[in-house]
Each structure stands twice: as structure tokens, then as C-alpha cells.
């Protein structure tokens, strides 16, 4: 929408991003303000209240819309499905007092680049800047993008060539000043809340709002001790609440502070290095990396020289990366399409470890600051902890719903109320307080504490495993999982390689293998250079340290590791030079010198180094990578003939294959010294394979077969290579072995050739001719639900297949997921994507990782659970001190028992209500109302102490075989909370009723027990206490002892126990009930306490609870009432709600179908005779190519009219 010409109302922030938001533009107004600030005076701020829940009514109620540009209050709108709120206000910053002139012109830019954002922020009129400030960030309004953009970064389109020419000079520190004024200062700050403010905050939740007016209401009303009981107790879970935010708080405060003190080396424009505090750092500014040991303060790019990077807080592997520098080219492009997924290996992010740094011919090594503050890499780390994505669970979901049941309860029980109290004649003001009293009884006030209460108990279950959470609301949520993803390194297999052995090729032939023991050493050759030579590592502190896969290859060789280090003009750079160990003969090379090295890269697939032997000036390029990859820039001839199979051999026993490459560099490349990597890495000579053995952890079987027997499907993502992730999967069990293993593979579309996608026997199908089609099809309705989360055949596929099937055959997505257990060569984008896809189906997924590769995938995840305890794990919500997947059952254990708490403790809390709201109904039919100390029996001594001890339950040891349910508003939970209110209230009118045809009764019973033995007591100080205690100014005009009350009370208090009883599920999902040591004291004493005040007569006891004494028979047909109540509530629930078996039965009676779209394509898969299409490809054919874009549209007839081509 746009208004005044090209003046915009509304714009998007963060497009494309995770947190994109849409912003609104408006004006405050001074009369609308004035007028709100009267509402708030009348309405005893309440409405202030309001409009803190609702930040987009505080914007209405306050402002008028306007264009973006004139807005001073800026209302910004989350795009995903929450539609969160929020208001920010527009600040200006004055640059008047940095001495710029005020002549400038729009031409004459204030800082180096013209088209940065900063320039265009600057309002050259009066050199104001216009910003908003949003989760921590700043954003800096554009006059010609119409927009707030993002400030403390460089901006994305520049190019290689504008980096360098713009910024490898360093700043004037004049636009130092500009750029720190507009983007603040390069900290990563978590203030410590003060603790009035947290207690303030969590007072103002709506739950806890409500509880305070309904509290309020009491004390009005008379009822000081329950009242002032209540509020104690909820104190208490204040308190405690607190206490864990603050501890929180602190925690990531300690885990931020120690980056924002750093001194760093900065170069300036005059050429001049000075040592700077970190917080001064601007993006645009030249550190000079000195070689010391270094925390980078913020995100940077390599310039020049090369660095050795300690990562583990972004990739939680403690495994040195080699950064190189942005190259000097490219014109056109920006620098991340420059360097495509691998722009990573020029970037040194903020929080990770400079170890050792390596100079050019220039030398220094410099880097241009790229990110400063909450931008940087670790700052987006705090921003997801301090910021998390709510949880979009049916259960919360459910729970609105649920509640605004019970205020239509409510509503329809305040109706009857004034009915009845306006019938009655009494006063306007005794008739809205006995319909307040009712709307609080209701709605249950404390039902967030409780359920609260469940989760805080899980947690600290979970703590005492091993398993760290830092979003509790997600355990509920794991109740749920049905389908676990697993990394394969260092999650389902050992992190350390065994070196196996070595097949050399000569010419095109493949040779003997040669397995490395104790006195057999590999021949000097390329093949020995490239074990010692082709790797990165590094020796740090005399210890060398790298990939462990490197370390195994580099310790065959029995070299040895030096760094040879030089100082040069305070500068100081390291080279690694590698020899022969001691003991070993020399050989033909002295050593040999790592000149230059271009990292491994997970979505390149593979490495490479440069190298010169000690002496000589020949300059060699050695290969490592995945064998397909690396036969791609190998010679044809010098690839052996049945590589394929002999590749397929080793991968198929479940080694980890990698293949080796080299040549001798051209002479003018050596002497030029610029390597370019795409000149580099050409027609290579092929030299070998190296195999290692990566060994299953032994917790992966065990655990793989129990989530097996528990119908929750598993599935390998790794970035290995295809078959030996098969061999893996069926060596574990997560193939199962009387499984058919499918293998699909796609192209892309070249020129005129549309995108194919075809379907293999990896093995175990006997086809007679490849021409005939084999068709495998399974009975899925008569399938049991083990058989459905196993079935009979799985899909593999490769991360390139994965990506033109999301790309080109959409439709065919679905059904290759629902079946798909491995994916392999998977890129870290592709992880997440293939979690994303997962959950369109509507599976539950959790994500098992160590870290390395897996971070995004964690984060998307409804459950990520990372196996690794370094700094880069806090983005995971859930983290295992113990480094095997042994933790995934009991997290799903803990997820199942503390989901089914929260169902048993929503029932409870909504039965509580609709008991008190029952008996006051009735109480109000003859003026009455329960007195303060049944109250305060049932409130806290029941209640409360129920809430707090119910949710002790452990989870049950043995993981079943079907999920617990996520729906509060499924026909058992509703049927079971209608029955049992239908109990109460059939009690209760029982009672009510039978009490008022009673001989003995009276509407003016008698204060003393004239049906026992018991001798008359002197209580008239008592009763004149009590009624001082319970007169104010809002008096109930009602009287508390009466025949009703006394019958009504017992009935309600213990039918509360009872519930509690009932509704406290053990098996399967939870231990039984009687392992719950203090919830079964709590009602065993409960009970007895009850039945003891029925029974008893104590004259003292009546007049404190003011119920009166009744006749034993009467009190024995109470008892009888209750017993039943307890057999009826116990046969109903475990032979009708909790009846597995009769509710399967009904649906199959009711042909109901699961709306989950997984089991929607199940069923769809069931009705195509043709799936899978074994030994058949289908194509793409282009329908639209547009010439002058980028985008090209294509439809899948093939598939759709199931036509194959041949």
C-alpha cells in the first residue's frame, strides 16, 4: 500500500530472513493520548494493562497511519503463522556535534562508499539519522528504498573488487565517528534483569493478572485467610520463577561479557596501526591480526594471508579451520555469489579463535570488519536464546480453545446468577460481586502455574540424565516425536577413522592394496606425498591437532609435523612443513612445505594443497575427496577402469572411502603466485583410494531397535558418501535386513535435456532385464503400525537428487519422504530443508547431532538434541553431556510422561473448577455460598498441594509402541471431562436435593451437635471473632451454616481428591501410581483427614469450618455416595477413556482417516498399484523457458499420466 506519491505505509524488514516482520507507520497523536491516559486513571489500569498484552491496540488507541517516513511509532507484525505484535519507537541521532559540514551535498558522500546504507541514512538537510531499534538490532531508515534496513553490517552487493579497493586501507577516522554513532558500539550485551523487573513482568502474565483479580475480589468479600493462603502460595511460584530467569540471565550475561573487552589492531586510512578496544570496531575497519592468539570481537573478512581458526563455538567441533582470503577479482558479482556456498572460508566469525596466522609477500595479515554487535555470527547465537521462536504445539493451541469453553461456562453461570440473586431482590452491588465470584470460580486462575509446574519437574529430570534444555515449552512437544533424524559421524558411528589401507592406481589399473602395520611402509611416491602433505592440520603448542580423518592418514606415514615461524616487521606468520619421522629413512624429499592449501568445503567435496619439496622449486597440487568428486577433475586416462565397482565394493563393507589426486603446477603459475582455485584444481592425475573403517558407537544398535519396537521411524542425514551410508544403515538396524533398499537418483536439466529422476535395487530384487519394470506394492491398510513406520522398502538418495527433486519434482516429494531413510552428501542447507519438508508432512521430528554441520537443522527442528557441549550447542534447545544417541529414549520418554502430566493436570484444574462451580450454583439457590475456611480446604490444602505432587510421576522405563495424544479437544479427553462433571453434578443435586427431604432438616439449623453425645462448648468468642474477621465494606449478605453447605462441602472436597486420583495415569507413559511416593501420602492423608472431619464431632472443628452437625446415618449415606463416585470414576475411565482398543474400534466402525498429510500420502501410495516404479525414469518437460530470466518453469506430464520413458 502506498500513499503521497512514492511514499510507502508499509515495508518488510528482514525479507526472506527467519525473522521477517512487516512495519506500519504511524503518528502519535496528543488528544488521543490524553484520552487513553483517562481511561487508564478510570479504569484503575486495567486498560493500560490491555494494551501491554496488545501492542497493536496501544498503536491504534494512541496513533494515527501514516507514510513510513513521517511515522514516529513504528507497529511491526511477525509474517510467520503467530502474527506477533510489536511497537517501537523512532529515535533520531544528531551528527552535527562530529564536526561535518553542512554543505554536503547528496553527491559528495560523508563516508568511502557511496552506496553503503549508512550514506543513504544520513539526512543531508540537517545530518539527522532516523532508526529503530528491534531485538537488539538497529535498523537505519533508507529515503530511497523507503525502508528501515539493517545497520552494523557491510552490505551484501559488494563485490570482491569493492572490498578491497573501498576497505583494505582501513577508515578515516572521521567515518569511524559516523559509522560508530549510527551503528553503536560493537558489543554483545545481556543486561542481568533486575529482579523488580522480572517479578513485575511475570506478574503482568494474564493468568497471573486474572489470579490478582480474582484474589482482589475475595478479600473484598471476606475471605482474608484463604485469601491471604493463596496468595502465599503463589508468591512462592513467583518467586521461584524469578529465581530460575535471573540464574538464566546471569548464565548468558558470564557467557557474552568476556568478548566485549578485547584490545584488537586496527589500521587507519593514514596507514597508521593502533590498538583499539573491541567496542570501538565499526563495520569497515582494518584489524591487522598480529599472529598472537586472538577471540575475534566480531565477524570479519580475510583480506589478506591466511589464519588458523579455532570454530567449535559455531560448528561444535574443536577442530582447526584454515581461512583463506577473499580474492582480488571478480567485478561484477557480490562477494558471496562470488564464492558460492563456500563464502564461510573467507569469514572469521565473531567468538572463534585466531590460533595461528600465516602473511603473504605483503606482511600483514588484515581483515575488514564485516559484522559488529547482535549482527555477528554469535550475537545471532544470543539473539535465538534471548529471542526463541514460540512453539506452535496443539496442545497450547488447545488450550485457548479450552479456556474460552470455560468462559462460556462462566457466562452462562453469571446469567443464572443475576437471575437468581435479582429474583431474590437484592442490591445491584450484591448481585455483580456474587457474579464476579462466579466468572472467577470457573475459569481456573492457577492453571498456568500448574501446568508450569510439570514441565520445571521434566526438566530436572532430564538434567539428572545428562540432557540440558533451554526451551522447556519443547518437552511436551517430544512427547510427540514419531520420526528421529540422525547425523552419521560422531552420532551413530565413532568420531575416530581406523586406517585400513590404501589402493594404489597406476596408469588405468588399480593395484595390490597396501594395509599399513608396524613395519610395512607405503613406497615414496605422489600417492606418500599426498598422505603427508593433503590434510589441515596444524601444530599447535607441539601438539598436532585437525580432522581426525586427517590425523589417522597422517600418522601412517610415521612424519612429523614442524612450523616453521618468522617474524617480519612485528608481524608473525607460520608455514607448516612436514618430514620424515625419526628413526625413518630420509627418502627422496628432505620435507616438504605447505605453500598453499584451499580448505575442505562440505558442499565442494574435497580439498587441496599446494606444495614444494624442501630444496627444490617445482611446486606440486595435491587432491582429497569424496571419489566421485575427485575423478571429476582427473584426467580420463588416468582414472582406473571399474572404479565404479571397486568403489561400490569398499563402500558396500561400510568403509569411508576418500579419493586421492596430483600434479606438477605449470612453471608461469608457480612464478606468478596468484592461485586461482578453478586453474588449480585441473587435469589431475588420479592416484588411489584411501579406505577407512569408521566403527558403529555400541549404543546404536540397542538404541535404533528400541525406537524401532516403538513404531518411531528413523532416518540417516550425512554428508557421506551414498553407499557407505547404506552399509551403515543396515549394519545399525535403521534399515531393517529383510528391507529392499531403493536407490533414486535425478539430473538436472542441461540446454534442451528436461530433469530425470529414476528408481534402483540397491540389491536384494531379482530383476531378469533391466527393461522390465518391478514393481514392489504394499498392503498399507492391513499393515500393522510397526510395518508402517518400517515397511518393507526404503529410499536412499544423494544430497543432488534431493535438491532436483525439491526443485523439479515437487510432487513426487511426499512419497519418496514417507518412505526415505537415507540421505547422503547432504549440505547443512539441505539438512534443514529436508527437517522443514518432514514437518509439512505433519511428523513430529527430532534432529540428532554433534554439532558440525547440524546447527541449523537443530534449530529447526521440533527437538534438536546435540551431542556436542561446546558454545555452539546453546542454539540447540536440548544438549547431552553424554555423546551417544542413548539419550534420544529418554528424552522421548521424558517428552511422552510430562506431556501426559500436562493432560492430567488441565483435566484436573478444569474438574476442580466445575466442582466449585456446581456447588456454588446450588449454594446460591437458597443464598449460601461455601465459608472461608472450606475454601481454603479445598484451594490449598487440596488443590495445591495436588498441583504440586501430581507431576512427580517418572516416566515409564519402556518406551510403547504408540504416541500419548496432543489434542485437549479429542472425544476421549472431552468425554472424560463431561462425564466426570456430569458425576459431580449428579452428586451434588443428590445431595442437595435428598438433604432438604430429610426429617431432621431445617433452613435454620441449630449451631450445636444435638445428634451426638458431644457436651455443648462456650464458643461465643470464637464466633464473634470470626465475624470480625469476615466483615468489610462489600459483605456477603449469605450465611455459611447451613444443611447444604455442610452436605455440599464433603462431597465437593473429597470428589476433588478423587479426580485427582483417577485423572493420575501411570502406564504406559508414566510409573504407576504408587511409585509416587508424595503424591500418595498426599491423598491417602488428604482422605483420611476428610473423612475424619465427617465423622467426627468436635464442636470447635464445626464452628471453625462453620458446617453443622448432622445426623451419622446421613453422614454415612454421604460416605456410600462418595465410594461410588470413586468405582463409577475408576470403571469409566479405565474401561471407556483410557480403552485403547474401543476407541481404535470406533474409528475403524466410523471409517475416521488421519488428516495428517503423511498418512494422507500413505493412503494415496496404497492406491497406486505402479510405486514404487522400480528400474523406470521419469522426466521433466519444459513447457515455459524464459530467455531473458533466470527462472525457468517446467511441468511433470511423465509422472502425472505415468509415462516412462525409457
Known amino acids: 500500500m502506498e500513499s503521497n506519491g512514492n511514499k510507502k505505509q508499509q515495508s518488510i524488514l528482514n525479507q526472506g530472513e527467519e525473522n521477517e516482520m512487516e512495519t506500519f507507520g504511524y503518528k502519535e497523536q496528543p488528544y488521543k493520548g490524553f484520552l ?34 513521517d511515522a514516529d511509532t513504528i507497529l511491526l507484525k511477525t509474517t510467520d503463522e503467530f502474527e506477533k505484535y510489536f511497537r517501537k519507537k523512532v529515535t533520531w541521532i544528531q551528527l552535527q556535534d562530529l564536526n561535518i559540514s553542512l554543505n554536503t551535498t547528496s553527491a559528495q558522500p560523508l563516508i568511502a562508499d ?43 552487493n559488494l563485490t570482491c573488487y569493492d572490498i578491497h579497493t573501498i576497505f583494505a586501507s582501513g577508515l578515516t577516522s572521521g567515518e569511524q565517528s559516523i559509522r560508530r554513532s549510527i551503528c553503536g558500539p560493537n558489543v554483545i550485551e545481556v543486561d542481568i534483569e533486575p529482579i523488580w523487573k522480572l517479578l513485575f513482568k511475570e506478574v503482568l502474565n494474564p493468568f497471573y493478572a486474572f489470579e490478582m483479580c480474582s484474589l482482589a475480589l475475595w478479600l473484598a468479600v471476606g475471605f482474608i485467610a484463604y485469601s491471604i493462603a493463596v496468595i502465599i502460595m503463589t508468591l512462592i511460584s513467583i518467586i521461584f520463577t524469578v529465581h530460575d530467569l535471573r540464574k538464566e540471565s546471569v548464565k548468558l550475561h558470564n557467557l557474552v561479557e568476556s568478548n566485549n573487552s578485547i584490545k584488537v589492531t586496527i589500521r587507519q586510512k593514514n596507514g597508521e596501526c593502533k590498538e583499539v578496544e573491541s567496542r570501538c570496531l565499526v563495520p569497515g575497519d582494518v584489524i591487522v591480526l598480529t599472529g598472537k592468539k586472538l577471540f575475534l570481537p566480531c565477524d570479519a573478512i580475510l583480506l589478506s594471508g591466511g589464519c588458523i581458526v579455532n570454530e567449535s563455538m559455531l560448528t561444535g567441533e574443536s577442530i582447526p579451520v584454515s581461512k583463506t582470503p577473499l580474492p582480488h577479482s571478480d567485478y561484477s558479482r557480490p562477494w558471496k555469489v562470488h564464492s558460492g556456498e563456500d563464502f564461510k572460508r573467507h569469514v572469521l566469525f565473531c567468538g572463534t579463535e585466531v590460533i595461528q596466522t600465516k602473511s603473504t609477500g605483503q606482511g600483514q595479515v588484515k581483515a575488514v570488519v564485516l559484522r559488529t554487535g547482535f549482527n555477528t555470527a554469535k550475537g545471532d547465537l544470543v539473539r535465538s536464546i534471548l529471542y526463541p521462536k514460540p512453539m506452535n504445539f496443539k496442545l497450547y493451541r488447545d488450550a485457548f480453545r479450552f479456556l474460552m469453553v470455560l468462559a462460556t461456562v462462566a457466562v452462562i453461570g453469571t446469567i443464572y446468577t443475576v437471575a437468581v440473586f435479582v429474583v431474590q431482590g437484592e442490591s445491584p452491588t450484591e448481585v455483580l460481586i456474587k457474579a464476579l465470584i462466579i466468572m472467577t470460580t470457573a475459569v481456573p486462575p492457577a492453571l498456568s502455574a500448574a501446568l508450569s509446574t510439570g514441565i520445571m519437574y521434566a526438566q530436572r529430570r532430564l538434567k539428572k540424565k545428562g540432557i540440558f534444555c533451554i526451551s522447556p515449552q519443547r518437552i511436551n512437544v517430544c512427547g510427540r516425536l514419531n520420526i528421529v533424524c540422525f547425523d552419521k559421524t560422531g552420532t551413530l558411528t565413532e568420531d575416530g577413522l581406523d586406517l585400513w589401507g590404501v589402493l594404489p592406481s597406476h596408469g588405468n589399473y588399480f593395484q595390490e592394496v597396501h594395509n599399513f602395520t608396524s613395519d610395512s611402509t607405503l613406497p615414496w611416491g605422489p ?29 601412517a606415514t610415521h612424519w612429523e609435523v614442524t612450523q616453521s615461524v618468522t617474524e617480519n616487521n612485528e608481524m608473525f606468520s607460520s608455514s607448516l612443513i612436514v618430514k ?20 575442505f568445503s562440505s558442499s565442494l567435496q574435497r580439498m587441496s594443497v599446494i606444495t614444494q619439496e624442501v630444496g627444490q622449486d617445482k611446486l606440486v597440487v595435491f587432491m582429497k575427496g569424496a571419489p566421485e568428486m575427485v575423478i571429476k577433475f582427473c584426467k580420463e586416462e588416468s582414472v582406473p577402469k571399474g572404479f565404479t565397482q571397486e568403489l561400490q565394493f569398499y563402500t558396500t563393507k561400510g568403509f569411508r572411502v576418500i579419493g586421492l589426486s596430483y600434479k606438477t603446477l605449470d612453471q608461469k603459475i608457480a612464478a606468478d603466485g596468484n592461485f ?27 538404541v535404533l531397535q528400541e525406537l524401532s519396537t516403538a513404531n518411531i521411524r528413523t532416518v540417516m542425514i550425512t554428508g557421506d558418501n551414498l553407499q557407505t551410508a547404506i552399509t551403515v544403515a543396515r549394519t545399525s538396524g535403521l534399515v531393517p535386513a529383510n528391507s529392499n533398499v531403493i536407490l533414486v537418483e535425478a539430473e538436472e536439466p542441461i540446454g534442451l535435456r528436461s530433469a530425470k529422476i529414476s528408481w534402483h535395487p540397491v540389491d536384494g530384487l531379482d530383476q531378469s532385464s533391466e527393461d522390465i519394470p518391478v514393481s514392489i506394492n504394499i498392503d498399507i491398510e492391513g499393515r500393522t503400525i510397526l510395518e508402517e513406520a518400517q515397511g518393507n522398502y526404503h529410499f536412499a538418495m544423494s544430497g543432488k537428487t534431493y535438491q532436483v527433486v525439491v526443485d523439479h519434482f515437487q510432487s513426487l516429494l511426499p512419497k519418496l519422504l514417507v518412505n526415505g531413510a537415507i540421505f547422503a552428501r547432504m549440505s547443512p542447507g539441505q539438512k534443514s530443508s529436508l527437517i522443514e519438508e518432514f514437518q509439512k508432512l505433519d511428523y513430529y521430528v527430532c534432529m540428532c547431532g554433534d554439532g558440525a554441520n547440524d546447527c541449523g537443522a537443530l534449530k529447526v527442528a521440533h527437538a534438536g538434541i546435540s551431542l556436542s557441549e561446546q ?86 522405563p519402556k518406551l510403547a509402541p504408540y504416541r500419548p495424544p496432543a489434542q485437549l479437544m479429542s472425544p476421549p479427553l472431552l468425554l472424560s471431562v463431561v462425564l466426570h462433571v456430569l458425576f459431580t453434578i449428579a452428586i451434588q443435586v443428590y445431595g442437595f436435593v435428598v438433604v432438604q427431604q430429610q426429617l431432621w432438616y431445617s433452613e435454620n439449623p441449630d449451631t450445636t451437635c444435638i445428634y451426638g453425645n458431644v457436651s455443648l462448648m462456650n464458643i461465643s468468642a470464637l464466633s464473634n471473632t470470626t465475624t470480625t474477621n469476615t466483615q468489610s465494606s462489600l459483605q456477603l449478605n449469605m450465611s455459611h451454616k447451613s444443611y447444604e453447605t455442610t452436605t455440599l462441602w464433603p462431597l465437593t472436597t473429597i470428589h476433588c481428591i478423587i479426580v485427582a486420583f483417577v485423572f493420575s495415569k501411570g502406564k504406559p507413559f508414566r510409573q504407576p501410581i504408587y511409585t509416587n511416593y508424595a503424591f500418595t501420602s498426599v491423598l491417602v492423608a488428604q482422605v483420611g483427614i476428610c473423612i475424619f472431619l465427617l465423622f467426627a464431632d468436635i464442636q470447635s472443628i464445626y464452628n471453625v469450618m462453620e458446617i453443622v452437625c448432622t445426623p451419622t446415618s446421613w453422614r454415612v449415606t454421604i460416605f456410600i455416595t462418595l465410594v461410588i463416585t470413586v468405582v463409577v470414576s475408576v470403571l469409566a475411565e479405565e474401561f471407556v477413556i483410557e480403552n485403547r482398543k474401543l476407541w481404535l474400534l470406533i474409528k475403524r466402525f466410523l471409517n475416521y482417516k488421519s488428516r495428517s498429510q503423511y498418512r494422507k500420502v500413505i493412503r494415496a501410495i496404497e492406491m497406486d498399484q505402479s510405486w514404487p516404479p522400480i528400474n523406470r525414469t521419469y522426466g521433466t518437460k519444459p513447457v515455459i523457458r524464459h530467455t531473458n530470466e533466470k527462472s525457468e518453469v517446467y511441468s511433470n506430464p511423465a509422472y502425472e499420466h505415468s509415462e516412462a520413458l525409457k
Open 676 to 702: 586461482i582455485r578453478e586453474d588449480i584444481e585441473s587435469d589431475l592425475e588420479f592416484l588411489g583410494l584411501l579406505i577407512l573403517e569408521n566403527r558403529l558407537k555400541p549404543e546404536t544398535k540397542p
Open 580 to 599: 620424515p619421522g625419526t628413526g625413518r629413512s630420509m627418502g627422496p624429499a628432505e620435507g616438504i612445505t605447505l605453500v598453499h592449501q584451499f580448505p
Open 36 to 69: 487513553c491516559s483517562l481511561g487508564y486513571i478510570f479504569t484503575c489500569g486495567f486498560l493500560w494493562l490491555i494494551f501491554y498484552w496488545k501492542p497493536a491496540w496501544h498503536v491504534l488507541a494512541h496513533c494515527l497511519p501514516c507514510c513510513l517516513q
Open 527 to 555: 600417492l606418500h606425498g599426498a598422505l603427508t602433505s593433503c590434510h589441515s592440520l596444524v601444530a599447535i603448542d607441539g601438539t598436532i591437532q585437525g580432522d581426525p580423518l586427517d590425523l589417522k592418514m597422517f600418522e
Open 871 to 956: 558454545e555452539a550447542s546453546v542454539a540447540s534447545p536440548f544438549t547431552s553431556h553424554t555423546p551417544n544417541i542413548g539419550c534420544i529414549p529418554e528424552l522421548i520418554k521424558e517428552g511422552r510422561a510430562a506431556l501426559v502430566t500436562s493432560f492430567c493436570v488441565f483435566k484436573y484444574m478444569t474438574l476442580y473448577a466445575m466442582i466449585q462451580f456446581v456447588c456454588l450454583l446450588l449454594l446460591y439457590w437458597q443464598i449460601n455460598i461455601l465459608s472461608n475456611y472450606q475454601l481454603l480446604v479445598q484451594d490449598v490444602a487440596v488443590t495445591i498441594v495436588v498441583c504440586l505432587t501430581m507431576s512427580l510421576n517418572h516416566a515409564y
Open 114 to 156: 557511496g552506496k553503503s546504507i549508512i550514506n543513504k541514512a544520513i539526512r543531508k538537510t540537517d545530518l539527522k539519522v532516523k532508526l529503530i531499534k528491534v531485538q537488539k538490532v538497529c535498523y537505519v531508515w533508507d529515503e530511497e528504498e523507503q525502508t528501515f534496513r539493517r545497520a552494523g553490517v557491510l552490505e551484501d
